[in-house]
């Protein structure tokens, strides 16, 4: 079940979308499995907050854009995520998500784990 409701995602938005529904059922998965089963997270305040952020931010990586630059002469406009951002980096809403998760779980996401395994040598005794 989720933690937030569409109008308290909207209160951190600048939109005029007013169902949230497909983020925060995102964002409450992720909490859920990331962050509240296995207990990293055991404020349920700050485990609400972080789920709002999250969905924000998958909310602006699908359909709002997050302006980043904004110039007037010449006209400019760079959008977080058209570079080198990634995951919950690419908006300031996940970034705010970030902040929050104290156990530090959500910055290893996308993170690959690298794994080492020795190789055995195995010579053989050549034919005299």
Request: proline share 2%; hydrophobic share 45%; glycine share 4%.
């Amino acid at each position: 079940m989720a933690r937030v409701t569409d109008a308290e995602v909207a209160a951190i938005l600048d939109t005029t979308v007013s169902s949230f529904t497909p983020f925060i059922t995102a964002a409450n998965t992720l909490v859920t499995t990331m962050l509240a089963t296995p207990a990293k997270v055991t404020n349920t305040t700050l485990l609400k907050e972080i789920e709002r952020w999250l969905a924000a931010h998958f909310f602006k990586c699908s359909l709002e854009m997050q302006e980043k630059v904004h110039e007037v002469g010449e006209t400019k406009a760079t959008f977080f995520g058209a570079s080198n951002e990634k995951l919950l980096n690419s908006t300031l809403y996940g970034q705010t998500a970030l902040v929050m998760d104290t156990s530090g779980t959500l910055s290893n996401l996308g993170k690959r784990i690298g794994r080492f395994k020795p190789i055995l040598a195995i010579s053989r005794a050549e034919d005299a």
